[in-house]
């Protein structure tokens, strides 16, 4: 059974760092682009970062470049989002996926392995 866990959320200031980490078990993915996305509350889903399946590229939304970077390990089948000069507005439930694709997606319906989320909020 392929499950994707999430960790790292928190509660924190404006200013702070976090890094979320997503284990991935039941199957390798490192041949699959990663992805994380959030969702605040009372909004859609949104794509955050893209990884390929070797790390090689990324993409990140506009809205967090230059603040958040993501990498992966596939020895450790885990993939990690380090989020600086975190916001008030990057408050989310956060979710990391595994696309279908070897390269880089940034949309919802391209991937079809998602974890459960976890919160990060930023206070001002």
């Known amino acids: 059974q392929v499950q994707l866990v999430e960790s790292g959320g928190a509660l924190v200031q404006a200013g702070s760092s976090l890094r979320l980490s997503c284990a991935a078990s039941?199957?390798?993915?490192?041949?699959?682009?990663m992805g994380w996305f959030r969702r605040a509350s009372g909004k859609e889903r949104e794509f955050v970062a893209a990884?390929?399946?070797?790390?090689?590229?990324?993409y990140t939304a506009d809205s967090v470049k230059g603040r958040f970077t993501i990498s992966r390990d596939n020895a450790r089948n885990t993939v990690y989002l380090q989020m600086n000069s975190l916001r008030p507005e990057d408050t989310a439930v956060y979710y990391c996926?595994?696309?279908?694709?070897?390269?880089?997606?940034?949309?919802?319906?391209?991937?079809?392995?998602w974890g459960q989320g976890t919160q990060v909020t930023v206070s001002s």
């Open positions: 996926a595994v696309s279908s694709y070897s390269d880089i997606r940034t949309l919802v319906r391209n991937y079809n392995y």
């Open positions: 039941g199957r390798t993915f490192s041949s699959y682009g």
């Open positions: 990884i390929s399946w070797n790390g090689a590229r990324t």
